[in-house]
């Protein structure tokens, strides 16, 4: 049987039980408790944590969300932590969603009745309905069979023989036909990774209307062999025309069979196990819409790798990665994402902002922008931090902005302050509806 636990980032699980039990701390069984022991023992080495042992009967989750399975059948769901205070368990699943869908660029079709209740379910239940949804829509347009070359021995002649295996035939044996000839199959890299992926969904999925779809379109693959090396099908995977509409449920396919999970889980057990490092997840998601957000003439790097912060020795060290560089008409802007909780009214305190991230852009400042320009922090907008702070002036010429990205618009809140070349951006602080195309200034560096 499923025990289902939904925390948050860092919250604190324990074997002892809890007489209130909320997002920030949960009860675990006592072979799960072991099992992330044994888990981040393994994955430790590295570099990676999952979780923080505090003492033997107390696990503090590290900044990672998504779903963990474990063998003896409990399931950790672990959802962002974007506000102070108990939060709504719904809406940070709803918010976990659409990053992963945006960070990775997945095709999300929303239909009819599931749509709606999609986010009451689990992470891996919502990818487990968008893969069946998605295959469904490639069923109905039509299963891609291929040419397959077979080479038998028949008593009949049909197709080409082939005459240096017929004269090797011993005596007795030339009644029988060494023939090659091609039949026209399903049983191709595709399809054997879509029967795969449905028939893992087939034993993992904890929701009937899922295993009811799932089992269907598993009665449709039932000529079709499962896929033996799924490494090397997914490089088989073609993608021209002929094959385009298979295109929208490849990245489900990787999802479910676990191709695309940023933090692999070590071990013999396979249950479904989708793991996103949170900093790295609101990167991506802010670079995807910045993208579509920026004018035609501009230019979006991500993670660039132009600059080292010194020389030694005739060759260059210490390689310095903006999260975000942009470029329009000579102009450069750098940017970086963190994914933290920044105060705006506790300027006692720096306002929660890390001393070590200024550094940081002081030196891309330095490097990419040759000590001239516009720099900015971007952090998730919230009730404490609904607009951008005053500017932080390293010089004259060097200015740094702590920007917050509306995480519900998809929107950064600038104001136009950084004068950075966006098609759209909010009109004013308190109004996140209503845009207006931006003037966009641009100064030489």
């Known amino acids: 049987m499923t025990a289902s636990v939904t925390v948050r980032e ?28 044994r888990m981040n023992a393994k994955i430790s080495p590295s570099g990676t944590s999952l979780v923080q042992v505090e003492d033997r009967r107390w696990l503090r989750l590290d900044n ?24 709504d368990a719904a809406t940070s699943r709803e918010l976990m969603c659409r990053m992963i869908a945006g960070a990775l660029d997945l095709p999300v079709r929303e239909v009819g009745e599931t749509a709606l ?9 919502w990818v487990i309905a968008q893969f069946l949804f998605a295959l469904d829509h490639l069923i109905k347009r039509g299963v891609r069979s291929d040419y397959v070359r077979v080479e038998a021995a028949e008593r009949h002649l049909r197709g080409q023989l082939d005459t240096v295996r017929q004269l ?3 005596p007795g044996h030339q009644h029988n036909f060494q023939i090659r000839h091609d039949i026209y199959s399903p049983d191709r890299a595709e399809n054997r990774l ?13 929701n009937p209307a899922s295993w009811r779809l799932a089992q269907e379109l598993r009665t449709l693959f039932h000529e079709i062999p499962r896929s033996t090396n799924v490494a090397e099908d997914f490089k088989r995977w073609r993608t021209d025309r002929l094959m385009a509409h298979y295109q929208a449920v490849r990245p489900w396919c990787e999802l479910v069979l676990s191709r695309q999970m940023p933090l692999s889980v070590v071990g013999a057990w396979q249950g479904i196990s989708l793991l996103f490092p949170m900093e790295k997840l609101f990167e991506r998601y802010v670079a995807a819409h910045l993208g579509k957000a920026l004018h035609a003439d501009a230019r979006l790097t991500t993670q660039a790798t132009a600059r080292y912060l010194c020389q030694h020795d005739g060759g260059a060290i210490f390689q310095l990665r903006p999260d975000l ?39 891309y400042g330095q490097k990419y922008l040759s000590g001239k320009g516009e720099l900015a922090l971007i952090y998730p907008r919230r009730s404490a931090f609904m607009e951008p702070l005053p500017v932080f002036e390293f010089n004259s010429d060097l200015r740094l902005w702590v920007l917050p990205f509306d995480l519900h618009s998809d929107a950064l809140i600038d104001r136009y302050l950084t004068k950075l070349p966006l098609l759209r951006t909010p009109s004013t602080v308190n109004d996140d509806i209503a845009f207006q195309v931006q003037a966009v200034e641009t100064v030489p560096v």
Not at 16 to 34: C, G, K, N, T
Not at 64 to 86: A, D, F, M, Q
């Open 10 to 37: 860092y919250a604190r699980l324990t074997t002892a039980p809890i007489a209130e039990i909320s997002l920030d701390r949960a009860q675990i069984s006592v072979s799960a408790f072991e099992w992330l022991c």
């Open 64 to 87: 990672y969300v998504g779903v963990i399975e474990t063998p003896c059948g409990t399931r950790i769901e672990i959802l962002p932590k974007h506000e102070e205070g108990s939060g």
């Open 117 to 125: 209740q999609r986010f009451n379910a689990p992470l891996t239940e």
């Open 168 to 170: 090797r035939l011993p």
């Open 194 to 206: 879509l029967k795969l992926a449905v028939e893992h969904i087939c034993q993992r999925t904890q």
């Open 325 to 363: 560089l942009i470029e329009q008409s000579g102009t450069r802007w750098i940017l970086d994402t963190k994914w933290k909780l920044v105060d705006g009214a506790n300027k006692a305190k720096n306002y929660g902002l890390s001393q070590a991230d200024f550094y940081q852009l002081f030196a």
